[in-house]
């Protein structure tokens, strides 16, 4: 019964014509009715939206925790083993090519940031009067062979004059003897007054005679050895001269040959400086060149660091002009002094003003060979060597 009246009410609201009061209580009312229906829908959003904001939120921090805890157990695993060093360059052992005569530049055979191979021609200085000293010396070399030639011909005949010196003393004396045994028998029979005085004295003078040319004879063997062993002499000396002009033939051969500078191993030019016609001496600055095999890193580690590097521990190098290219490396030596030591004005610290500066060591790392192809002096690198070999250190 009551919902029966309340409906009719409702009814009979709803088809009077409501008051100036009742219109504007209606009007605030429809006024305010899709406000709170808005606000209930952002109520209900305003529910899900943090739900979504702080789950996403706990992925992102869980997330991060895991990153920092594998970064943290990685620093403790590997990363405090790890050295690193910006401060480090591509270097090679360039070779400054340089002549060793003077002359003219004939013709130059390459050009800047050409590669060419060991024994290639870079350059040729104008020969011609090495060439004629070439002649020169050996056209000596001939003259000295026919000196030589003449000495021992002499010799030859040097020693048909011994051996005509040694016949002759063996006659004069065969003469002495029979002399001797000719003064023997006179001597007797003048004593027994069978010959007479006359033929005595001959008997003596020929004695005498046959002494005096052995005498002779043995002077002229000595004056003829004598002889030779001059001649001979002379022959050593003319030989010797010979090696000589073979030593200054050969040392003017060589300075020919290096009229044509060539390469010495296989590498690329850079920072030519020599030109056709140019006037060059020994030692003058005409070209570098960069070997192909000869690249390593030296990487220039803080003092601080030097406690664990040693040689044969292995390093990576990463290079900035390939986008961080990476290649194998291994530590090859340590330097034994700072660089601040090489220096032309090494610091002097035994001052009143001191302040202390890190000092940097040079480290050189030798690269694996692959890494040739690519590199160039003066890079610039970053190298991390792996110290856990000498963790214990």
Known sequence: ??????????????????????????????RFRPRSEASGKSIDKARGGPTVKRWLFGLALAGALTYAGAALARYIVVGQYIYTTDDAYVRNDLAIVSPKISGYIEEVGV????????GQMLARIDAGDYQLAVAAARQKGETQDATIARIKAQVASQNAVVAQAQAQ???????????????????????????????????????????????????????AKANLIVLQSQTEEAQRLRAEMATAQARAERDLGFAEIKAPFDG????????????????????ALAPDDRYYVEANFKETQLDRLAPGEKAKVTIDAYGGREFDGVVES???????????????????????????????????????????AGLSVVVEVDTRANADR
């Open 334 to 376: 340590i330097a034994p002094a700072s660089g601040a030591q090489y220096s032309l004005l090494p610091p002097e610290n035994a001052t009143g003003n001191f302040t202390k500066i890190t000092q940097r060591f040079p480290v050189r790392i030798k690269l694996a060979s692959a890494a040739g192809d690519c590199l160039r």
């Open 1 to 30: 019964m009551n919902e029966s009246i309340s409906r009719q009410d409702e009814r009979a609201f709803e088809g009077s014509t409501p008051s100036g009061e009742d219109a504007a209580r209606g009007s605030n009312l429809a």
């Open 268 to 287: 690329v030019i850079g920072n030519r400086v020599v030109e056709r016609g140019q006037f060059t001496q020994p030692g003058a600055r005409m070209m």
């Open 169 to 223: 003393l063996e006659s004069a004396r065969a003469e002495q003897s029979r002399a001797e045994a000719d003064l023997t028998r006179i001597r007797a029979l003048a004593a027994a007054d069978f010959a007479t005085r006359q033929r005595f004295e001959q008997a003596v003078a020929d004695r005498a005679k046959s002494v005096a040319a052995v005498a002779g004879g043995e002077a002229a063997l000595a004056g």
């Open 111 to 118: 050009t800047d940031n050409q590669h060419v191979k060991a």
